[in-house]
C-alpha cells in the first residue's frame, strides 16, 4: 500500500434495500463466510459491521496490481435488515455511511423498502450504487463464479441476454421514476451525474469484483477530503447496540467513524436525560472478517482507529441509548463535549 493512505479512514458502505433482496448474501460473498445460514429465518435483525482489508479485496478484484493504485485501508461494510419494521435501523445504517449499496432483487423489482433505503440515502446525501442481485435466477442464465459481469454477461445465449436486458431496464425506470438518472456502471462516465447500477449474483459472486472496484473507486475519487482524518483527534461513534455479555457486564457496539479511541479513555455516552460519562475499561474487537454479532472470541485491543466496528465494556453504560454519539473528552474538553452529545439525542 501507498504512503499516503495514512490518514484516510476506512470508508464505511451501508447494504440497504427491500427484504430477503440478498443484502447478507452478498456480504457474505465478499467476506467469504456463511453467516446468512446461522441467522433464524435468515432474516437480519441488527446492523452489524465487517471490516474487509483492502488485500482481501484486491484478492477477489482478481488483479493484484491494484494493489498500490487503492490508498484506503479497506471497505467496513455495514449490514441492515430488509424488513419494513427496521426503519429505525436503516436510517441508522444511512447516517453513518460514507458509501451505500442498494440491493434489488432483479426479478422481484422495486419493493417499498427500495424506495425507503433511496430516499434514506437521499436525505442523507449518501453517495451509492444499485446492485440489480439474484441474474443467476433469470431463466436459462449460465452461472460463471465469481466474474464480472460483463465477463458472464457475454457468454450468456441472445435469449436469456434479452430476458436480462427486459429486467435491468425495468430497474431503470424505476429509479428514473425515483428522481435518478441510472445506466449500467460500465456506461457510466461520470458518477457523480448518473447511479451506476451493477448486475450480480450473491449466490454465485458473479459482478461481485465489480462491485468492489467501483466502491474503492467511488471511495478514492469523491471522498478523499471526507476521510482524512486526525488519527490522534478524539474518538467519536455511534452506539448501535446495547449488549449484556458473559463474563463482561453490559458493553456497547460502537461504530467508530472519527479519530482514535483507547483503553482508559473517558467518553460521554448518549441517554434520555444527562449523558453517561464513564472510563473505557476493555475495548475489545472482533478478528478481521468476522462478524460483530457472531464472534464471541473478542481480542482486547488498547486502541481503535476510525472506521472500526468495536465493542466497549465499561461501568454504568446499562442506559446508553442506541443510535446516540459517543464521544472521548479530555478534563479540558469535558464540559463542551456533555453539550455536544446532549445536542444530538
Ligand atoms: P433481510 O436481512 O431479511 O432483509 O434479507 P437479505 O436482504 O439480507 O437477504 P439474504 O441475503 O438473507 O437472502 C435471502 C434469500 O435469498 C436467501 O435464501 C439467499 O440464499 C437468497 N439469495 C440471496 N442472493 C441470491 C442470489 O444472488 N441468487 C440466488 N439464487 N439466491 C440468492
Ligand atoms: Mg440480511
Not at 50 to 68: F, M, N, Q, S, Y
Not at 223 to 252: A, F, H, M, R, W
Not at 276 to 298: D, G, H, M, N, Q
Request: charged content about 25%; proline content about 5%; hydrophobic content about 40%.
Amino acid at each position: 500500500m501507498a504512503e499516503e493512505n495514512q490518514n484516510l479512514r476506512t470508508p464505511i458502505v451501508c447494504v440497504m434495500g427491500h427484504v430477503d433482496h440478498g443484502k447478507t448474501t452478498l456480504l457474505d460473498q465478499i467476506r467469504g463466510t456463511a453467516i446468512v445460514k446461522g441467522e433464524a429465518g435468515a432474516i437480519t435483525q441488527h446492523i452489524g459491521a465487517t471490516e474487509v482489508p483492502i488485500d482481501v479485496i484486491v484478492e477477489k478484484c482478481g488483479d493484484k496490481r491494484l494493489a498500490d493504485k487503492f490508498i484506503v485501508p479497506g471497505l467496513l461494510f455495514i449490514d441492515t435488515p430488509g424488513h419494513h419494521a427496521f426503519t429505525t435501523l436503516r436510517s441508522r445504517g444511512g447516517s453513518l455511511a460514507d458509501l451505500a449499496v442498494v440491493v434489488v432483487d432483479i426479478n422481484e423489482g422495486f419493493k417499498p423498502q427500495t424506495i425507503e433505503s433511496l430516499n434514506i440515502l437521499k436525505r442523507f446525501k449518501t453517495p451509492f450504487i444499485v446492485v440489480t442481485n439474484k441474474i443467476d435466477r433469470i431463466l436459462g442464465w449460465q452461472v460463471h463464479k465469481g466474474e464480472s459481469f460483463l465477463s458472464t454477461y457475454k457468454k450468456q445465449t441472445p435469449e436469456v441476454q434479452a430476458l436480462f436486458e427486459q429486467k435491468f431496464y425495468d430497474v431503470i425506470g424505476h429509479l428514473y421514476e425515483q428522481g435518478f438518472s441510472a445506466d449500467r456502471f460500465d456506461r457510466v462516465t461520470d458518477f457523480q451525474k448518473t447511479l451506476g447500477v451493477i448486475p450480480i449474483s450473491g449466490l454465485t459472486g458473479e459482478g461481485i469484483p465489480d462491485v468492489l472496484m467501483i466502491l474503492l473507486g467511488l471511495a478514492q475519487r469523491f471522498l478523499e477530503s471526507s476521510l482524512q482524518y486526525d488519527i490522534n483527534g478524539p474518538g467519536v461513534g455511534t452506539v448501535l447496540e446495547v449488549k449484556e455479555e458473559k463474563g463482561l457486564g453490559t458493553t456497547i457496539d460502537v461504530i467508530l467513524y472519527d479519530g482514535t479511541l483507547k483503553k482508559g479513555d473517558t467518553v460521554v455516552i448518549g441517554r434520555l436525560g444527562e449523558p453517561i460519562v464513564t472510563k473505557v475499561r476493555a475495548l475489545l474487537k472482533p478478528r478481521e472478517l468476522s462478524e460483530i454479532r457472531y464472534e464471541s472470541k473478542f481480542q482486547p485491543i488498547p486502541e481503535a482507529a476510525a472506521a472500526a466496528g468495536v465493542k466497549i465494556s465499561a461501568p454504568d453504560i446499562d442506559d446508553a441509548l442506541a443510535g446516540a454519539p459517543i464521544i472521548s473528552a479530555t478534563p479540558e474538553t469535558l464540559d463542551a463535549v456533555i453539550e455536544k452529545v446532549k445536542s444530538e439525542i
